[in-house]
C-alpha cells in the first residue's frame, strides 16, 4: 500500500474502495488458467482475472461449472494443468505460486487460506485445538507432530473465537458443534494463519437463514479489513447483498466478471439456463 493510503483507517479505506475512489491493490493475477483431472475433460479454460485486496467476491454458477475447483486450484489443494497464479504480497517479491511444492506450498497455503464445504474439522479434538491446528503449517515438524503450540498462538485463536463468540464453546470437542458453529470454528482455523486471501467454499450451504446471514456478515468483516475474500454461493440474492463484486464461470469459463448490480436476468439466463427458476 502507498504512504497516503497508509495513513487511511482500514474501514475508511475499505469503503473507499468500493466505491472504486481509490487505486486497487492487486494481491492475485490468474492468467489463462487451465485445468484438466484427465486427458478427457479440461474443468477449467483459461481463467484470468485479477484479485484486489479487500475485495469480497462471489464466484457463481451452476452446479459441475468449475467453482470449486477453482478455488482448490488457487489455493494449490489442486494443481493447475497450466497457466499463472501470481501472487503479489504486501512484503516480498511476486511470484508464480502454481508450480509450488513442500514447504513453500505450505506456505501459500497460509497466505491463502481456505475453509472448505465440509469444514474439514478434526471431530475428536476441541474447539481451540482444531483453531490451532492452523498454526501447524507456520510450526516446526517436532513441535507439530506433539501440538506444541506458543503462547501467542493460544491468544490469537482465544481473541478469534471470542470474535466469533465462539469462546463458550473452546473446550468442546468438534463434533458435538451445530453446523454454524463449525464453520466458525473454520474460519478462525483460516484466519489464524494471518491470510492475505480468505477462500470459501460453498461456506453457507448446509446453515439455516440465521446462520447463513451470520456467517456471511463474518466474511463481509474479514473482507473489510483488508483480506481478499472469494467465496463459492449458490444464492444471487446473497451475492447481490454481500459480494463487491462477482464472477460468472459457466462450462469452465468466466463469462461474467463485474459489480452484482450489474447481473441482469440475460447474463443470469446464459449462467444457469434451465435451472434460472430454481435460483433464490
Ligand atoms: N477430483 C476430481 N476428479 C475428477 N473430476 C472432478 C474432480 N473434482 C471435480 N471434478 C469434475 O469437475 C467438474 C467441476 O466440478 P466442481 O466441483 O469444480 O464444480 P462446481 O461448480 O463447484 O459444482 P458444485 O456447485 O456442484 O459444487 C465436474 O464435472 C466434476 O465432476
Keep these: ?6 495513513e487511511i ?3 475508511h479505506y475499505s469503503s473507499l474502495h468500493q466505491l472504486n475512489t481509490v487505486p486497487k491493490q492487486k494481491v492475485l493475477s490468474v492468467s489463462h488458467l487451465r485445468k484438466s483431472y484427465n486427458a478427457h475433460q479440461t474443468v477449467l479454460h483459461d481463467i484470468s482475472f485479477d484479485l484486489h485486496r479487500g475485495e469480497m467476491v462471489g464466484v ?3 452446479s459441475g461449472a468449475g467453482k470449486s475447483t477453482l478455488l482448490h486450484v488457487l489455493n494449490g489443494t489442486h494443481s493447475a494443468t497450466s497457466g499463472e497464479i501470481n501472487s503479489f504480497p504486501e512484503v516480498g517479491t511476486p511470484r508464480d505460486v502454481s508450480r509450488l511444492k513442500g514447504r513453500a506450498l505450505n506456505q501459500w497455503r497460509s497466505e491463502c487460506g481456505m475453509i472448505f464445504q465440509d469444514f474439514c474439522l478434526v471431530p475428536r479434538l476441541d474447539v481451540l485445538t482444531n483453531v490451532l491446528l492452523g498454526r501447524l503449517s507456520q510450526t516446526s515438524t517436532l513441535k507439530s507432530l506433539f501440538k506444541v503450540f506458543t503462547d501467542e498462538d493460544r491468544a490469537r485463536a ?3 473465537l471470542e470474535w466469533l463468540n465462539m469462546l463458550p464453546h473452546a473446550l468442546q470437542r468438534a463434533e458435538t458443534l451445530s453446523g454454524g458453529q463449525m464453520q466458525r470454528v473454520a474460519i478462525c482455523r483460516a484466519l489464524i494463519q494471518n491470510p492475505s486471501i480468505l477462500l470459501a467454499d460453498e461456506p453457507v450451504a448446509s446453515l439455516d437463514p440465521k446462520n447463513t446471514q451470520r456467517i456471511m456478515g463474518v466474511l463481509r468483516e474479514v473482507s473489510e479489513q483488508g483480506i481478499s475474500v472469494m467465496v463459492n454461493l449458490h444464492s444471487v440474492e446473497l451475492v447481490k447483498e454481500y459480494c463487491t463484486r462477482v464472477i460468472g464461470v459457466s462450462q469452465g469459463r468466466i463469462v461474467f466478471d463485474d459489480h ?6 440475460d447474463v443470469l439466463q446464459i449462467l444457469y439456463g434451465d435451472e ?5
Design 60 to 62: 457463481i454458477g451452476r
Design 1 to 6: 500500500m502507498n504512504s497516503a493510503l497508509a
Design 260 to 265: 452484482p448490480s450489474r447481473l441482469t436476468q
Design 158 to 160: 482465544i481473541a478469534l
Design 9 to 11: 483507517s482500514e474501514d
Design 276 to 280: 434460472i427458476s430454481q435460483l433464490h
